[in-house]
């Protein structure tokens, strides 16, 4: 059975740059004569907050470092948040060592977002 610990990332004020590393798993090497393996994230929600008069619109992607490549979008392509709302996403997405998630929104710290999830060890 595997012994995950529950954590929380966030809030954090999403930019206008649809491009920005929100969440990557720790990496872990080294060690005398042991190393250490990854972590993995197991994503369980995310809540997008506007604290705006206006709607705002946010985009996640999960991917390369730094990339939303057409085809890896996850949660929330475009998708506008009420003023002065939130939206929540419930599921189960899994990080590994090399999965950035990645994205912002249509207007410069308009919006946070803040999710619950699960950390492991790879491997």
Do not use: C
């Amino acid at each position: 059975m595997a012994q995950n610990k529950v954590f929380r990332f966030g809030p954090i004020a999403l930019t206008a740059t649809l491009t920005t590393n929100i969440l990557n798993p720790a990496t872990a090497t080294g060690g005398v004569n042991g190393g250490s393996s990854s972590q993995y994230i197991v994503l369980k929600h995310i809540r997008v907050v506007n604290k705006t008069a206006g709607a705002v619109n946010f985009s996640l992607w999960l991917g390369a470092t730094g990339a939303n490549t057409a085809g890896t979008e996850v949660i929330g392509q475009g998708l506008s948040v009420a003023a002065n709302s939130y939206v929540d996403w419930y599921g189960l997405l899994r990080l590994d060592a090399a999965d950035f998630l990645v994205g912002g929104a249509s207007a410069l710290t308009s919006l946070s977002i803040e999710g619950e999830g699960e950390v492991g060890v790879a491997g």
